[in-house]
């Protein structure tokens, strides 16, 4: 089953991946539209549950999810796209179910503006660390000989200018950024979903073929990372409306972001390719239906923090 499964190659040629490129700094772009300054200033106002947030994405998740994978002991790939996904920042989505939910969604917004930003040096970092970690992806990650360096530029290409732009136009132009983000944000992510499921409908032999194996580690994985932020909102004893925040914002990941990468620079290597785009499918269904029954609900209004 491991050679197999590792010497399954996604069908994703070099212009579908130029295309998948402008899609996520183009989904990016939408994001950064309603994203300001004070958004970051926020952080100097309210630091605990941003500060909270940030340690649960970059810190608790690639802890949890190194030992996760100590556990189940998955195929050495899939186990490296565990460590790809729980790298990634919050997902380009997590701001929409954050609002579907009830959640604090000015919280929510100025998690992604950091996290993003966090992510050009943090996502290299936590795959090389966690996955050197463990000896089986360790094996594969020196077999494909990743400098980080090359990674983060790619990622400051496709986050951090995509963020900044955004914010200038934000800035100086709010009107025809307020126009243009609803549209441009729900366009451009419709593009990019239909663009991931075409990689698995022209591969869908092999989504078939390994659904069963790969889609219940994502779906323990994705409850892992949401029961995470869950429980440390809790204990940090946040409100309803940052408790649910910090739940999406650790449960949902930029599995797009984790894709491209994938893609570049492993060649698009089956498990790690199969269980991230797996994700992508997932956390869209997970964090609707949370969305919707948090949605239902009523927001506790006394709370302490």
């Known amino acids: 089953m491991e050679q197999i499964i590792d010497n399954v190659h996604i069908n994703f ?22 994203i300001s300054i004070q958004d970051f200033k926020r952080l100097l106002k309210t630091p605990k549950p941003v500060l909270t947030g940030i340690v649960c994405q970059f810190l608790l998740l690639p802890i949890i999810t190194f030992l996760l994978v100590t556990i189940v002991e998955p195929l050495p790939s899939i186990a490296l796209g565990m460590f790809m996904v729980a790298a990634c920042p919050g997902g380009n989505v997590s701001n929409f179910f954050t609002h579907l939910s009830k959640g604090n969604a000015a ?8 996290a993003t930003l966090l992510a050009i040096v943090m996502t290299p970092f936590n795959l090389s660390f966690w996955g050197g970690m463990y000896g089986p992806t360790a094996s594969i990650l020196q077999e494909v000989s990743i400098f980080p360096l090359q990674m983060i530029k790619l990622v400051a290409l496709l986050l951090g200018v995509p963020l900044l732009l955004g914010m200038l136009v934000n800035q100086y132009r709010p009107k ?23 990689a698995l409908y022209n591969n869908r032999d092999i989504f078939m073929e390994y659904v069963f194996y790969v889609f219940w580690l994502v779906v323990i994985h994705n409850l892992v990372a949401l029961l995470t932020g869950f429980s440390v909102g809790k204990i940090m004893r946040f ?37 991230t785009a797996f994700w992508g499918i997932w956390h869209l269904v997970s964090g609707l239906v949370m969305g919707m029954v948090w949605g239902s609900k009523p927001v506790e209004k006394e709370e302490l923090v």
């Open 239 to 275: 409100s309803s409306e940052n408790v649910r925040c910090l739940t999406i914002e650790t449960g949902i990941q930029n599995s797009g972001l984790g894709l491209l990468l994938i893609f570049t620079f492993f060649d698009g290597l089956g498990g790690m390719a199969l269980l």
């Open 13 to 34: 040629d070099a212009k579908s991946l130029w295309i998948l490129n402008l899609a996520l700094a183009l989904v990016m772009f939408g994001i950064a539209l309603e």
């Open 176 to 198: 025809l950024a307020k126009r243009l983000a609803k549209g441009f944000k729900i366009g451009s992510l419709l593009f990019f979903v239909a663009l991931v499921f075409l």
């Open 107 to 114: 919280l929510s917004v100025t998690l992604t503006a950091i």
